[in-house]
C-alpha cells in the first residue's frame, strides 16, 4: 500500500517539486536564521575562543567577556593565594585606535598577555614567531587586522611592518588566526607591560585573571572557590561563554530579530506545504476513494499518506540542509558573516519540519477519514 | 523502497544531509586547550599565600648622600666594586675652600709675627733692671698684648684647621663594606643633597633580601616564619629557596605601577623581608620583580 | 446452480433532514443470483446507485436487510466490511478510476495488495488477468496511453484479480463507443458465466441490455418489475430501439 501511496506521490511531477520546495525552502529559512544566531553568538565569545583558559577571574559586577571593569593589581596576588590554583595570570583587554601610515584610524581590540608565560597567546600562527614579542614595541596582528591595517598601504601591512596605537610605536612581529569579535574590532595581541604603555592609562588596569586549577580539582569547584576567597566574580570557560550569549540575549534585539526569521520560515514551510500537500489529497481524493471502496481499510490510508508525507518531510529536508550548508560553507569562507551549524539546529529544523508536515498529514488523513467511498459511484 | 532508490531527489536530500553533517561535525570540533607557550609559576605548597616582591640587597639599599651641593670632581669607585669603610668615593669641588685657606695660612704667619713681636717687645720691657724706670702699668699693657697675639695667632690656627676639615668632608667615603650598585654621577656633574637620583647606589650583596607585598585583605593568614619559594620575573621554572626575616610593623600604602600623580591609593600592603644566598652571580640582581609563594 | 448472492428486504435511505429531505429508497427489495449478469435499470435518480452503494457496504441504509454472501453487511461494522469488500466484491467504476501514476499490471495488483500480498507476487497474477482481459502487450502501459476501452478493460481485469464471487459495476460503458462497450460487456458476461460469479451492472445504456441474464427494473426508489428470461427482457426492452 506505501509503495501505491509512494507512486501516486512520485507520479505527479509538478506536485513533488511543489512539495519538496516548500520544505526545502522552510528548512533553508529556519535553518540559515538559527545558524546565523549560533554565528552571532560565537562571535559575542571571541576573546573566550581566542584566549582559552580555564577559568577567568573578573569584577565581581562582569557579566559578559566584552565587558571591562578593570581590577587592581594585587587582586592577582589574592587569587594566587587561594588554594587549589596550578597558576594565575593577568590580561589586559581593552579597545583602542590604531593609526596606520595615512593618518586613518581604525579600532583595534588589543590584548595583554602575561609578560612570562605568554598565556592566552593565539594558537595559530600564519607567520612570524611569537616568541619575538618579547622584543620592545611588538604586537602580534590577526588576519583581521591584517585586512583592516592594510588599507591605504601600497601592499598589505606585513612582518616588520610598524603602525601607531595610542601614538605609541608598534611593530607586527607574528601575523595569527583569530576568531572574529562582535565588536569588529581585529585583536591585537601584545604583552601585558606593553598594552598598559599603550593604552591609556586608568586607575586600574587588569581587565581579566587567567586561571588554571591543580590536578584533580574540577574548573568549577576552583571557581566557586575564587569567587568566595575574593569577592572577585569567576567563571569557568563555558559558564562564562553562556553567560556572555545569555547577556546578549537578554540586552539586544538580536534573538527577536532572528526568531522572527526562523518562525516566518516555519509558517511559510507549514503553509507551503499544508497547501500543496492538501490540495495533492484533495485531487487524489477519487483514487483514496476508489481505493477505499476496493476494501483498503482507514489506518492502511493513513499509512500511505503518512509515508507520503514523510518521504516529502526528509527529501525536502534533507536537500535544505545541503542547500544552507552550502550556502554557509561559502559565506564562512568570506568571513565576514557570522554562520554556526550546530547539531541541535539540525535536530530543532528537522522537528519542525517533522511537525509541518505531520500537521499536513494530518489535514489529509481527517480528509479522506470523512470521504464517503460511495462517491466514487457518482 | 526500490523506487525510492531511483530517484535523483533523494539523492541529492542524501547528499545534503551529508553534507550538513560533515559541516556539523567540522564547525563544532573545539580547539583543543594547548598547553601554555611557558610554563607559568605553580606554588609547591598545598596551601599558599601569594606575594609580589621586590629584590633589595641586605639592610636594604644605601644610596648615597653629599652633605652639600657641588661639583664632581673625581669618582673613585665603579659599580661591581666592592667598597671598604672609608674609602673614598666622590670627590666634590673644593677649590672654593683652597682658596680660603691660602689666605688663612698667610694669616697664621701675620699673627705668629705680630706674637713674637709682641713677646720680643715684652722680654725686652722685662730685661729694664730698674723698676722704678717702666711704669708698671706699661708691663701688664705688654703682657696683655701678648696674650691677644697668642689668641690671634691661635684663631688664625684654627681657621684653617676648620677649613682643612670642610674640605675633607668633601669626599665622600664608604659608610659601610658594600658593592657599588649603581652610579648616577660623573666628573664635572653637580650634585644635592636629597636629591630624588642618588649619585651612587650602594649595597651589601652578601645576601639578597626580599620585600615582598601582602595585599592586607590576605594580612591575617600571615605568620613570621612562613617559608617561601621565589619566582623571578622571566624565569618560571626556578624556585628560588627564600628564609625569612622579618615581617615590616608598618602597612604601607601600594605603591602602584601606572605612576600617574592623580593615583589614590587602592589599597596597602603588609611587607615581608626574606632573603636569600647569592648562589649564582648572575642569576638574581637587586631591583627584580619575584612571585613570591609563602606556605601556609 | 443458482444461488442468493444478494438478498436485499425492505432496504430505507433518505439524504438530508428537515425540508432537504429527500427519500431515495422505500421499502426496497432486490436479489441477485450468482453465475448469472444481473442488470439493474432505471432513469436517472431513481436510486439504482444509492442501492449499488447499499450493496457494496460503501453507504449505510437507514432500515431493512442487506444479506450478501449470506453475510448481514448492516449488522457489520466499518473494518469488517471493508475486509469483506476487499475479499469478496470486484468494482468496475464508470469512470475507470485507474490510479494514473500506476502501470496497468500495478493497477490490476491493487485488490491484491490491499489483502496483503507481496507486490512481485501480486503483479504476476495481475500480468494472467490482463491477459485474460487481452491486453497483455499493454501491461506496462500508463492509463494516460490507453483508450477508454483499453482502460475499461484494466479495470474489469482489476476487478476480476483477487477472483471476487461479486463484481459491482457501475454504468461500465458509458462513456466507451459501441464497439468498446459490446467487448466490455462480453467480459463481464464471460466473468459471470465461466468464472462463476455474480455480476451485477448498473445501467442505462440500452445497447447492453441484451447481455443480461436477469434485469431489475426501479423507479423512484422501488424496483417495480423483475425480468427474469432473456425472452422477457427481448419483449420489454426489444434491441434496436
Not at chain 3, 466484491?89 to 489483502?115: K, M, R, Y
Request: glycine letters at 8%; proline letters at 5%; hydrophobic letters at 45%.
Amino acid at each position: 500500500m506505501i509503495r501505491i501511496g509512494l507512486k501516486m506521490l512520485f507520479g505527479d511531477r509538478g506536485k513533488y517539486v511543489m512539495l519538496i520546495s516548500g520544505i526545502t525552502f522552510s528548512t533553508l529559512l529556519m535553518a540559515q536564521g538559527m545558524a546565523l544566531f549560533c554565528g552571532l553568538m560565537t562571535w559575542t565569545y571571541s576573546s573566550l575562543r581566542n584566549m582559552r583558559a580555564p577559568i577567568w577571574v573578573t569584577d565581581p559586577k562582569v557579566e559578559q567577556c566584552n565587558d571591562s571593569k578593570p581590577m587592581r593589581d594585587t587582586d592577582i596576588t589574592r587569587v594566587r593565594s587561594v588554594d587549589g590554583i596550578a597558576w594565575a595570570v593577568p590580561l589586559y583587554q581593552g579597545i583602542s585606535m590604531a593609526k596606520l601610515a595615512d593618518g586613518s584610524a581604525k579600532m583595534i581590540t588589543l590584548i595583554g598577555l602575561d609578560n612570562d608565560t605568554l598565556i592566552g597567546a593565539p594558537t595559530k600562527i600564519i607567520a612570524g614567531r611569537l616568541e619575538d614579542l618579547r622584543m620592545p614595541n611588538t604586537v602580534v596582528l590577526d588576519d583581521l587586522g591584517v585586512e583592516r591595517l592594510s588599507e591605504g598601504r601600497e601592499r598589505p601591512i606585513g612582518i616588520g611592518d610598524i603602525f601607531e596605537i595610542n601614538d605609541r610605536e608598534a611593530r607586527v612581529v607574528a601575523i595569527c588566526k583569530s576568531y572574529r569579535s562582535f565588536t569588529g574590532g581585529p585583536f591585537v595581541f601584545t604583552t601585558y607591560d606593553r598594552a598598559i604603555l599603550y593604552a591609556p592609562n586608568q586607575r586600574k588596569m587588569l581587565s581579566f585573571i587567567l586561571v588554571a586549577p591543580q590536578p584533580g580539582l574540577s574548573d568549577e569547584a576552583l571557581a566557586r572557590r575564587i569567587a568566595e576567597r575574593t569577592g572577585l566574580g569567576a567563571f569557568t570557560h563555558d559558564e562564562f561563554k553562556w553567560s556572555t550569549v545569555m547577556w546578549y540575549v537578554r540586552n539586544t534585539g538580536i534573538p527577536i530579530n532572528i526568531g522572527t526569521i526562523v518562525i516566518i520560515g516555519f509558517i511559510i514551510g507549514a503553509a507551503i506545504s499544508g497547501q500543496t500537500f492538501y490540495s495533492f489529497i484533495l485531487e487524489n481524493t477519487r483514487h483514496f476513494a476508489a481505493l477505499r471502496a476496493m476494501g483498503a481499510s482507514s489506518g492502511e490510508l493513513s499509512a500511505m499518506i503518512l509515508s507520503q508525507a514523510l518521504i516529502v518531510g526528509v527529501i525536502g529536508y534533507g536537500t535544505g540542509l545541503g542547500l544552507v550548508s552550502f550556502l554557509g560553507n561559502n559565506l564562512l569562507r568570506l568571513g565576514k558573516v557570522p554562520f554556526l551549524m550546530l547539531w541541535q539546529i539540525t535536530a530543532i529544523v528537522g522537528a519542525a519540519v517533522m511537525i509541518i508536515v505531520a500537521i499536513s498529514a494530518v489535514i489529509g488523513i481527517v480528509r479522506i477519514a470523512r470521504l464517503e467511498p460511495a462517491i466514487v459511484f457518482r | 523502497m526500490t523506487m525510492l532508490f531511483s530517484r535523483f531527489s533523494f539523492y541529492l536530500a542524501l547528499a545534503g544531509m551529508a553534507y550538513a553533517g560533515m559541516l556539523v561535525l567540522r564547525l563544532s570540533a573545539q580547539d583543543p586547550v594547548l598547553p601554555p607557550p611557558h610554563a607559568p609559576t605553580t606554588t609547591p605548597f598545598t596551601n599558599s599565600v601569594a606575594a609580589a616582591g621586590i629584590v633589595e640587597a641586605q639592610g636594604e639599599n644605601l644610596s648615597l648622600g653629599v652633605p652639600v651641593a657641588g661639583l664632581v670632581t673625581a669618582v673613585y669607585a665603579r659599580v661591581w666594586d666592592n667598597v671598604q669603610p672609608g674609602q673614598p668615593l666622590l670627590q666634590l669641588d673644593d677649590r672654593e675652600l683652597r682658596a680660603s685657606l691660602i689666605g688663612q695660612r698667610a694669616r697664621v704667619l701675620v699673627a705668629e709675627a705680630a706674637e713674637a713681636r709682641q713677646r720680643g717687645m715684652l722680654a725686652r720691657l722685662e730685661k729694664v733692671a730698674d723698676s722704678r724706670a717702666i711704669i708698671r702699668e706699661e708691663l701688664e699693657t705688654r703682657r696683655s698684648d701678648v696674650q691677644v697675639a697668642q689668641a690671634e695667632l691661635a684663631f688664625a690656627c684654627a681657621t684653617v684647621a676648620q677649613t682643612e676639615a670642610l674640605i675633607e668632608r668633601l669626599t665622600i667615603r664608604a659608610p659601610r663594606a658594600a658593592t657599588v650598585l649603581q652610579l648616577n654621577t660623573r666628573p664635572g656633574e653637580f650634585v644635592m643633597p636629597g636629591a630624588a637620583r642618588p649619585p651612587m647606589l650602594l649595597g651589601d650583596l652578601s645576601y639578597f633580601q626580599i620585600r615582598a607585598d601582602i595585599d592586607e585583605q590576605v594580612a591575617p593568614r600571615v605568620r613570621p616564619g612562613m617559608k617561601a619559594v621565589g619566582f623571578l620575573k622571566g624565569d618560571t621554572q626556578k624556585p628560588i629557596q627564600l628564609e625569612f626575616v622579618r615581617i615590616e610593623p608598618f602597612i604601607v600604602p601600594k605603591t602602584s605601577l601606572t605612576g600617574s600623580s592623580i593615583e589614590r591609593v587602592d589599597t596597602r600592603v603588609l611587607q615581608l623581608i626574606y632573603r636569600c644566598q647569592m648562589a649564582d652571580e648572575n642569576a638574581i640582581y637587586v631591583g627584580q620583580q619575584i612571585d613570591l609563594y609563602l606556605q601556609e | 446452480m443458482s444461488t442468493l448472492g444478494i438478498n436485499v428486504q425492505s432496504v430505507d435511505k433518505s439524504f438530508g433532514r428537515g425540508d432537504a429531505r429527500t427519500v431515495v429508497l422505500k421499502k426496497t427489495g432486490f436479489v441477485a443470483e450468482t453465475g448469472h449478469l444481473t442488470m439493474l435499470i432505471g432513469p436517472s435518480g431513481c436510486g439504482k446507485t444509492t442501492l449499488l452503494s447499499i450493496i457494496a457496504g460503501t453507504l449505510h441504509a437507514d432500515g431493512g436487510i442487506i444479506e450478501v454472501l449470506g453475510q448481514r453487511l448492516d449488522q457489520m461494522r466499518g473494518n469488517a466490511i471493508a475486509k469483506f469488500r476487499a475479499r469478496n466484491l470486484g468494482f468496475i467504476f464508470q469512470q475507470f478510476n485507474l490510479i494514473p501514476t500506476l502501470s496497468a499490471t500495478e493497477n490490476v495488483s491493487v485488490p491484491l495488495v490491499i489483502q496483503g500480498l507481496s507486490s512481485t507476487r501480486a503483479e504476476r497474477k495481475a500480468r494472467e488477468v490482463l491477459e485474460w482481459v487481452g491486453l497483455s502487450d499493454h501491461a506496462d502501459f500508463l492509463p494516460a496511453k490507453m483508450s477508454g476501452g483499453q482502460q475499461q478493460r484494466v479495470a474489469i481485469a482489476r476487478a476480476l484479480v483477487h477472483e471476487p464471487p461479486i463484481i459491482l459495476c457501475d454504468e461500465p460503458t458509458s462513456s466507451l463507443d459501441s464497439e468498446n462497450g459490446r467487448h466490455v460487456m462480453d467480459l463481464l458476461r464471460q466473468a459471470a458465466t465461466q468464472r462463476e460469479c455474480l455480476v451485477l451492472v448498473v445501467s442505462h445504456d440500452n445497447r447492453t441490455y441484451r447481455f443480461a441474464d436477469h434485469m431489475a427494473e426501479m423507479e423512484d426508489g422501488q424496483i417495480f418489475r423483475t425480468l427474469k428470461t432473456k425472452d422477457e427482457i427481448r419483449t420489454h426492452h426489444p434491441p434496436g430501439v
